[in-house]
């Protein structure tokens, strides 16, 4: 599989809370409400993992991105877009609209690090309640007619609040067998 879509791909989709959807099932739906680091997840069930850096710079985010950052103010915000990867294959697209004063201090110079080791090593941050959403694979420049779930959740720490997006992309072990089951599986041989 490969990922095609060029910086900044956006997630302008409709979100929902997670009581108005239906989620086909239970593994899906663990990942999707899981309110742990994603990031240390991945990379407790690959053997490599890696994190792509798509780009970040200053964006005007989404409409429904701005409805959820109103208590912010004024102020802008950049763009940040990654792939979290597992065994060489994109797993996690991911999305975080950043305030720029958060930008400017707690969050200085990410880089390739990943920015959940920021916000759950930080307990000043304080996580809301996610909202999900479906996207087609297509919107990613993956060929494929596979619908894929994503969630968002807002990390807020004194005045401002900012949006982590992720969208679980084929690969994810989100939509099959685990990753840890298929090492058990291995062993089990």
Same mark, same amino acid.
């Given at each position: 599989? =490969?990922?095609?879509?060029?910086?900044?791909?956006?997630?302008?989709?409709?979100?929902?809370?997670?009581?108005?959807?239906?989620?086909?099932?239970?593994?899906?739906?663990?990942?999707?409400?899981?309110?742990?680091?994603?990031?240390?997840?991945?990379? =407790?069930? $690959?053997?490599?993992? $890696?994190?792509?850096?798509?780009? +970040?710079?200053?964006?005007?985010?989404?409409?429904?991105?701005?409805?959820?950052?109103?208590?912010?103010?004024?102020?802008?915000?950049?763009?940040?877009?990654?792939?979290?990867?597992?065994?060489?294959?994109?797993?996690?697209?991911?999305?975080?609209?950043?305030?720029?004063?958060?930008?400017? =201090?707690?969050?200085?110079?990410?880089? /390739?690090?990943?920015?959940?080791?920021?916000?759950?090593?930080?307990? /000043?941050?304080? /996580?809301?309640?996610?909202?999900?959403?479906?996207?087609?694979?297509?919107?990613?420049?993956?060929?494929?007619?596979?619908?894929?779930?994503?969630?968002?959740?807002?990390?807020?720490?004194?005045?401002? $609040?900012?949006?982590?997006?992720?969208?679980?992309?084929?690969?994810?072990?989100?939509?099959? +067998?685990?990753?840890?089951?298929?090492?058990? $599986?291995?062993?089990?041989?």
């Amino acid at each position: 599989m =490969s990922f095609n879509a060029t910086f900044p791909v956006g997630l302008a989709v409709d979100w929902q809370a997670p009581s108005g959807i239906t989620i086909p099932n239970a593994q899906l739906k663990n990942w999707l409400l899981d309110t742990g680091s994603l990031t240390e997840r991945v990379q =407790s069930l $690959s053997n490599h993992f $890696s994190l792509e850096l798509i780009g +970040q710079r200053t964006q005007i985010p989404h409409d429904n991105e701005l409805s959820l950052l109103h208590n912010n103010g004024n102020t802008s915000y950049q763009a940040r877009e990654i792939l979290l990867c597992g065994d060489h294959q994109p797993w996690v697209f991911a999305r975080s609209i950043i305030p720029q004063a958060f930008v400017d =201090s707690e969050l200085s110079d990410l880089g /390739r690090e990943p920015l959940g080791k920021r916000l759950f090593n930080d307990t /000043r941050f304080i /996580r809301s309640e996610f909202q999900l959403c479906t996207a087609a694979a297509s919107h990613f420049g993956i060929n494929s007619n596979q619908v894929l779930w994503g969630r968002r959740s807002l990390f807020t720490l004194d005045n401002y $609040s900012m949006i982590v997006a992720e969208v679980f992309l084929p690969h994810s072990p989100a939509y099959g +067998q685990s990753a840890t089951s298929e090492k058990e $599986s291995e062993q089990q041989l």
